[in-house]
């Protein structure tokens, strides 16, 4: 089956720090990756698509030079949270499309600041 | 542009009753439809998904969910809730080609089971 890994599940960063979360696309070829920003409140922002060999297009309140993306090959995407502050905590979702037009989703990465 | 609206932001409903979410949507082009459902502390998991083709589609756990053009609706259903079906559902929408598909969700409902 179509399965999608997130990691790290968990971090903690200081206020003004980096990190790194990865998303690896697992049984399928993610010919996509959307990457999502869910709040406490439960709602979800889309921060970034991502497709191979395309532009990755960022939404509006979300810019490259804050959250970098790499998405090498069909199986794997990163995005790095650059001088992390409170208001991006949050839980990050990452969702590959498969060729069919579905999404399947990771298990996220929770981002708490410090 | 595109947009999803689940209009109930909660349900509650007793365990071995019948249950049905609500998921209006907006869209300019041929959708795709989706019923996710996350529990608590976790990911998204994928319940069902709607092509193009018959309104009425089988998913996971015994949810089904009804496309129907005219309402702009893709209501999610079951004939009797499980105590473990408690979790948050979202309705997603994205267009079926082009680079710009941008799924977009809906606010979520969350789900309580009264045993």
């Known amino acids: 089956g179509a399965l999608v890994y997130q990691y790290p599940r968990r971090t903690i960063c200081k206020s003004g720090t980096s990190m790194r979360m990865e998303c690896q696309a697992v049984?399928?070829?993610?010919?996509?990756v959307a990457w999502y920003r869910q709040s406490p409140q439960k709602t979800f922002e889309l921060i970034a698509l991502s497709t191979v060999n395309s532009a990755i297009k960022y939404e509006q309140n979300f810019t490259q030079e804050k959250f970098p993306i790499s998405h090498p090959n069909l199986s794997f995407s990163s995005m790095t949270v650059l001088n992390a502050y409170l208001e991006d905590r949050g839980l990050y979702l990452c969702?590959?499309?498969?060729?069919?037009?579905?999404?399947?989703f990771g298990a996220g990465t929770r981002l708490s600041v410090l | 542009a595109q947009s999803v609206t689940q209009p109930d932001a909660r349900v509650t409903v007793s365990e071995g009753a019948s249950l049905q979410l609500r998921c209006k949507y907006s869209y300019f082009g041929t959708p795709y439809l989706f019923w996710y459902v996350q529990y608590p502390r976790q990911g998204l998991q994928l319940l069902l998904k709607?092509?193009?083709?018959?309104?009425v589609v089988q998913g996971v756990n015994g949810f089904e969910a009804e496309f129907s053009k005219s309402n702009s609706s893709f209501h999610l259903r079951k004939a009797s809730v499980h105590w473990s079906d408690w979790a948050v559902y979202f309705c997603a929408v994205s267009l079926t080609s082009g680079g710009n598909y941008k799924p977009t969700f809906g606010k979520g409902t969350s789900l309580v089971v009264h045993p």
């Open positions: 969702g590959a499309r498969d060729r069919d037009g579905t999404l399947y």
């Open positions: 049984g399928f070829q993610a010919t996509s």
């Open positions: 709607y092509y193009p083709g018959d309104p």
